[in-house]
């Protein structure tokens, strides 16, 4: 069955970086759209970057210029490198990969089960 792993997430001090990972796995993803969400306690899951099938690649307004979004074709792996993270960067982050657009919730049909980044200040 398709599933998705993020790993990479931990606990570090702001200004600091963290790569997280996800790996996928069940069947061939590159036809999919593939991107990260994040969701702070009490706050709804938010768009954090996308890298599309076809390498285009989009950000929410927060992290540009910081997070740099990637994925190995071959190897239907994505990646988050994020840099000079802050306290507000603090959430679950979350993989997920669907073909039906970018941006919203409802658009990716699988979902990792996250991982935990904690920024201290």
């Known amino acids: 069955q398709v599933q998705l792993v993020e790993s990479g997430g931990g606990l570090v001090q702001a200004g600091g970086s963290l790569r997280l990972s996800c790996a996928a796995s069940g069947r061939t993803f590159s036809s999919d759209n593939m991107a990260w969400f994040r969701q702070a306690p009490g706050k709804e899951r938010e768009f954090v970057g996308c890298v599309t099938s076809g390498g285009n690649t989009y950000y929410a307004d927060s992290v540009k210029g910081r997070f740099t979004i990637s994925r190995v074709y071959a190897k239907n792996t994505l990646y988050l490198q994020m840099n000079s993270l802050k306290p507000e960067d603090t959430a679950v982050y979350y993989c997920?990969?669907?073909?039906?657009?970018?941006?919203?919730?409802?658009?990716?049909?699988?979902w990792g089960q996250g991982t935990q980044v904690t920024v201290s200040s």
């Open positions: 997920a990969a669907g073909r039906r657009g970018v941006f919203a919730l409802g658009e990716y049909d699988y």
